[in-house]
């Protein structure tokens, strides 16, 4: 590998992706440049996973097959998107594949807004069994939506993408993603309004 080749590689690549260097190092045959990619990428790969199977062990699993997959196939990423974005599309089949073999598994997520005005708040132990109730809440709650609504609404609200973002990595058109955004915040206000807990939902 000589750094006219990956520099040649690069130039196919988005100037925006900072990943776009070591791509062209490790499609050029340079493997310690697709370690550093799996370094940087790895821990938010597995909360990503995590949050879609639930499971430690299955999330572990998942995102080493994720970047698997991703080595097999560098040859053909284009270059068309961030390579984070689409690491993160093989991780979001892989977790559908998972939920498909075993859709009798529940999945717990937590909402980190919640979270967050939890420890803003600094609740006093009067109220910590008012908050654990409403975090099992919110977590059943997740769980009964579809998956494809779960999914969009992770993407948006958890990890914290843009609209355009989550649609590239789901497949599916930008007006597709905001309205499955829309319906899963829907679902589970009267989710949590059944619940007796819809001030906790952040609208």
């Known amino acids: 590998m000589t750094e006219r080749q990956a520099a040649a590689i690069a130039a196919n690549y988005r100037q925006d992706d900072p990943d776009a260097w070591d791509?062209?190092?490790?499609?050029a045959g340079d493997a310690r440049a697709f370690a550093d990619l799996v370094e940087r990428l790895e821990t938010r790969v597995y909360r990503f996973i995590l949050r879609q199977v639930s499971m430690d062990s299955a999330a572990e699993d998942l995102t080493q097959d994720t970047f698997l997959e991703a080595y097999r196939n560098l040859h053909r990423f284009q270059g068309g998107s961030k390579l984070s974005t689409w690491v993160m599309g093989i991780a979001l089949n892989l977790s559908r594949n998972y939920r498909t073999r075993a859709p009798e598994r529940r999945y717990q997520f937590q909402s980190d807004e919640v979270l967050e005005r939890q420890s803003a708040a600094g609740?006093?132990?009067?109220?910590?069994?008012?908050?654990n109730e409403t975090l099992a809440a919110v977590q059943e709650g997740l769980a009964a939506l579809p998956g494809d609504l779960r999914e969009a609404l992770v993407l948006v609200s958890m990890e914290g993408m843009s609209y355009e973002?989550?649609?590239e990595i789901a497949g599916i058109p930008v007006g597709t993603a905001k309205n499955r955004v829309f319906r899963a915040r829907q679902m589970l206000r009267e989710f949590l309004r059944e619940s007796g807990r819809e001030d906790f939902l952040a609208s």
């Open 123 to 131: 609740p006093s132990p009067h109220t910590q069994t008012h908050i």
């Open 165 to 167: 973002q989550a649609a």
């Open 23 to 27: 791509v062209a190092r490790a499609v």
